[in-house]
Nanobody, 127 residues
């Protein structure tokens, strides 16, 4: 079993930046592809960014492309989400999750395909 803990959320003004971290324990994070999702009040959990197990492949939602960067450090068992030029509509609880996939499928935008999740970290962007 993998235990994930997100951190780095907070309150920031529009245009500001935050860096979220997702620390894993229990099993090596290198065994898993990773994803970041977010959920705003009254809305479904939505895909933000994904990264393959070795970091070679990344994918972003159109709404964050060019502003957010996903990365990982398998030696530290940690994944990251750098968020720049934040907007009020980025306000949500952000979750990291693990996705097994296959040798050819290393990214998933579907929350149902993720196996383990962290507890989430709140990001609030004021206008």
């Amino acid at each position: 079993q993998v235990h994930l803990v997100e951190s780095g959320g907070g309150l920031v003004q529009a245009g500001g930046s935050l860096r979220l971290s997702c620390a894993a324990s229990g099993r090596p994070l290198s065994n898993y592809n990773m994803g970041w999702f977010r959920q705003a009040p009254g809305k479904e959990r939505e895909f933000v960014a994904g990264i393959s197990w070795n970091g070679d492949t990344t994918h972003y939602a159109d709404s964050v492309k060019g502003r957010f960067t996903i990365s990982r450090d398998n030696a530290k068992n940690t994944a990251y989400l750098q968020m720049n030029r934040l907007k009020p509509e980025d306000t949500a609880v952000y979750y990291c999750g693990t996705f097994l996939g296959s040798s050819i499928v290393v990214i998933s935008t579907e929350a149902d395909e993720y196996d383990y999740w962290g507890q989430g970290t709140q990001v609030t962007v004021s206008s």
